[in-house]
């Protein structure tokens, strides 16, 4: 341990080794995965999966990025054995790195301050996004996001009211004469979050077997006769 | 200061002892810019954490602009304080100890001090890009493929000048400080351009980008701020204790174990990536019980019975308490991955804690104890040219701040956890009852500011004085001249 040489040598071998486990490796094997004509279950027809993002869709996943979403929401659905995502409601099977093929930058999160949102697209609207970014207690009393204001603005009517004003109850409604109007970031970031669902059940991602309660699901194994 | 020049003369390994006077009296302008320049950004980043957290007291609390939502003002204090602070204090501090455990001068002064230069201006385009929205998004890697390469090439110029001198450092052997430096000069080149590639510039597909991004995040953590911070600890507590270290074969098995298994880890059970790695990543973070049980016992032995000789001397202060924060740090890791445990914790505020604790609590108490004890000698003045009271405030406020954040940041997490562990519990109502610690945080964050300001104070009183000094004694000299 008193030549640069050996201790340059160990750094070299040491960083190499974790540098082919966690870059390598998995480029190996899920570096080529591929859109897949597949439906596992029901006598569905077969349906292609993943399918690419709509260009409104594309350019919402810029303003989620560029206004750091990821910062309180996740976007992956754990299975059952690891956590209670799947009975929150946040989606309907695990997800896996199938489902991310087509997203750039691939946002997965580190910590949920806000709800998942893998499947936000199945269980919202348009108009439920727009109300939740216009202010978000309006939807959920309770909830703690902020109000992202500076994606709408409201300007004085001219002639017709605008077909696509939001409708706002009355409290937070816009003086007489005004109307709120979301700018198009508003309605590219609400067309991401409705292209977020992942419910195609694939090979590696079949329906989950649901525990029917809380126990432990190994149980049912060993109990069974 | 009796410790520190009574050298101690034993056959295990102490700390070489060197003179003061001959290595460094050479231009410190290129560490006094890395130094100086992390502390600023430091104080910045802890603003732009403290501003994120009253964002917990009223959800509308600027919420009006788009350069101070929440999402952003996150992004730019990640920013600030790994870029920002943490690489240039490693830096900084690491340089000083190559030149001092090696006997020598710094090579390429010049050098050094124009890539501090470089490195902060892309810090500063960096944190300016997170605040207009134009990051990539990764947590701890948010920048733009422009501001990348500036990085690098500002970390090679004085990554390559520390090469350089460790090379021309004097025959004998090495203090454990030195691998534990040239670990992290080495390590943080290779992980950042990887990202870079695979990230910014040739963008991997799909969920490849997440595991390539857990995998920059634990390494840059745990090998290259661990082994900056312990390179600081491993010197300055047994020299200022005037003891010899325990045992060098401990610090050699804690480094090469930490290269080997530090960097595994990372990833989230149940991410969308294979189980092998994951499983890899748990395996990985339980083995790094092993270095830490290393550096324990180590140190143990080495200050066993001298604890009071903390009060006397304000480096090791910091560097003893750092180190404590370290072993709790690390602990929290290891229990974090236990499924059990990870099934839980994993995706609440429980790690938010930990990285807390590991970034404020080891390595900017670390760097600061590195820091008063080299700020001095870099500007020949006297080590009691600190004002010991706005030291002392210094201490006590960023530790109590840090545990105060700390063991609200971990209650929050636990409870979130628990709770939402029964699905019967509404998501919002959970959220709901964490607010309550997380306000208690923000106390924290508050006293972390306020000492860091202290700090700044006292840094800036000394700069003054080193100016008034070096002032008085170009003119003292210029009249001498002529007699």
């Known amino acids: ?225 | 200061m009796s410790a520190t020049d009574s050298p101690a003369r034993t056959a295990t390994p102490s700390p070489p002892q060197t003179s003061r006077a001959g290595a460094e009296r050479v231009c410190p302008a290129g560490r006094l810019a890395l130094c100086a320049g992390a502390v600023a950004w430091l104080f910045i980043a802890l603003l732009l954490g403290l501003l994120d957290s009253l964002k917990f007291h009223d959800p509308g609390f600027l919420a009006g602009s788009p350069y101070l939502s929440y999402g952003r003002v996150h992004a730019a204090q990640d920013t600030a304080l790994l870029y920002g602070f943490a690489v240039p204090a490693s830096l900084g501090v690491g340089l000083w100890l190559l030149c001092r455990l090696g006997r020598t001068v710094l090579a390429g002064r010049f050098v050094v001090f124009l890539g501090a230069l470089f490195w902060n201006f892309a810090v500063t385009v960096a944190v300016i890009a997170n605040v207009c929205g134009g990051g990539r998004g990764y947590d701890y890697f948010d920048l733009t493929v422009h501001c990348a390469p500036l990085f690098f090439v500002a970390y090679l110029l004085i990554g390559v000048c520390g090469m350089l001198t460790f090379h021309q450092r004097q025959p004998g052997p090495l203090y454990p400080s030195q691998w534990f430096v040239l670990g992290s000069l080495f390590w943080f080149p290779w992980i950042f351009s990887t990202a870079a590639m695979l990230l910014l510039l040739m963008p991997a597909r799909g969920t490849l980008q997440s595991a390539i991004h857990w995998w920059y995040v634990h390494n840059v953590d745990n090998v290259f701020l661990g082994f900056a911070g312990l390179a600081s600890s491993f010197y300055f507590i047994p020299k200022l204790l005037g003891r010899p270290l325990h045992s060098r074969q401990l610090a050699a098995m804690a480094f090469w174990t930490i290269a080997l298994f530090g960097g595994w880890g990372g990833i989230p059970q149940g991410a969308p990536l294979p189980s092998w790695i994951i499983s890899l990543g748990v395996i990985g973070t339980v083995l790094s019980a092993v270095p830490v049980l290393a550096i324990f016992t180590n140190f143990y032995r080495t200050t066993r019975g001298d604890l009071k000789r903390l009060d006397d001397n304000l480096t090791l202060r910091f560097s003893y308490i750092g180190l404590l924060f370290y072993f709790v740090a690390a602990a929290q890791q290891i229990v974090g991955v236990l499924p059990n445990v990870s099934a839980i914790t994993a995706l609440t505020w429980f790690g938010v804690a930990q990285k807390q604790l590991f970034h404020l609590g080891f390595f900017a108490l670390t760097m600061f104890g590195a820091l008063y004890y080299i700020i001095p000698r870099l500007l020949d003045v006297e080590e009691t040219a600190w004002r010991p009271k706005l030291a002392k405030a210094h201490f006590y406020l960023t530790v109590i701040g840090i545990v105060i954040s700390y063991l609200s940041l971990l209650v929050c997490g636990v409870g979130q956890g628990v709770l939402l562990a029964n699905p019967a519990h509404p998501f919002a109502d959970v959220m709901r009852s964490t607010l309550a610690p997380l306000r208690v945080s923000t106390a924290g964050d508050l006293l972390v500011v306020v000492g860091t300001i202290l700090f700044l104070l006292n840094f800036a009183l000394l700069l003054t004085r080193a100016c008034f000094k070096c002032w008085a004694d170009c003119c003292v000299g210029k009249e001498k001249q002529p007699a």
């Open chain 1, 1 to 225: 341990m008193n030549s640069g040489a050996t201790l340059f040598l160990g750094l070299f071998v040491s960083m190499a080794c974790s540098f082919l486990a966690f870059v390598l490796g998995p480029q190996l094997q899920i570096g080529n995965l591929a859109q897949t004509d597949t439906v596992v279950t029901g006598d569905a027809s077969p349906q292609t999966y993943p399918i690419g993002q709509p260009g409104d869709a594309h350019q919402g996943a810029e303003v989620y990025r560029a206004n750091g979403c990821a910062a309180c929401h996740t976007q992956m659905v754990r299975p059952w054995s690891l956590g209670p995502d799947i009975q929150h409601g946040w989606g309907v099977r695990r997800s896996v790195a199938e489902d991310y093929l087509f997203e750039q930058p691939v946002l997965l999160g580190t910590q949920r301050i806000g709800p998942d949102l893998a499947n936000f697209g199945r269980r919202s609207d348009l108009n439920g996004i727009l109300f939740r970014l216009y202010d978000p207690r309006l939807i959920t009393p309770r909830s703690l996001m902020p109000s992202y204001r500076f994606l709408f603005e409201q300007h004085a009517i001219q002639g017709a009211a605008s077909p696509d004003a939001l409708v706002l109850p009355a409290q937070i409604a816009p003086p007489a004469g005004y109307e709120v109007l979301a700018r198009p970031q508003a309605r590219a970031l609400a067309a991401y979050l409705l292209s977020l669902r992942q419910d195609v059940y694939l090979f590696e991602a079949p329906p989950p077997l649901a525990p029917k309660t809380n126990a432990v699901p190994a149980a049912t194994n060993s109990t069974a006769k």
